[in-house]
């Protein structure tokens, strides 16, 4: 099993910066690939940034190219990701997602985070 704890949403402005978290706890499974999805109001769930667990390579979706940047930790077991120039659009309840070794899809996910961005 994989638990996965978000951290770090909260209240901003537009233009300003925010880091997310994600802390990943298990004694069995080893991560494949970890991401960041969102939910905004009256959609469906998106891919926001994902990351390699192995090599570290980054993925982001359009909407945040170039704002965006997703790291890990891999003695720590983290992922952030740090969101710039925030815009009102990205107010979303946040989630953190992990794909492990073996598995072909997203099977493990925190309750996620909830970003609110006033203009």
């Known amino acids: 099993q994989v638990q996965l704890t978000e951290s770090g949403g909260g209240l901003v402005q537009a233009g300003d910066s925010l880091r997310l978290s994600c802390a990943i706890a298990t004694d069995t499974e080893r991560m494949s690939v970890v991401a960041w999805f969102r939910r905004r109001p009256g959609t469906e769930r998106e891919l926001v940034a994902s990351v390699w667990w192995s090599q570290g390579t980054p993925y982001y979706a359009e909407s945040v190219q170039g704002r965006a940047f997703i790291g890990r930790d891999k003695d720590n077991m983290l992922v952030s990701l740090l969101l710039n120039d925030l815009k009102p659009e990205d107010t979303a309840v946040y989630y953190c997602?992990?794909?492990?070794?073996?598995?072909?899809?997203?099977?493990?996910w925190g309750r996620g985070t909830q970003v609110t961005v006033s203009s």
């Open positions: 997602g992990a794909r492990v070794v073996g598995g072909t899809s997203y099977a493990f």
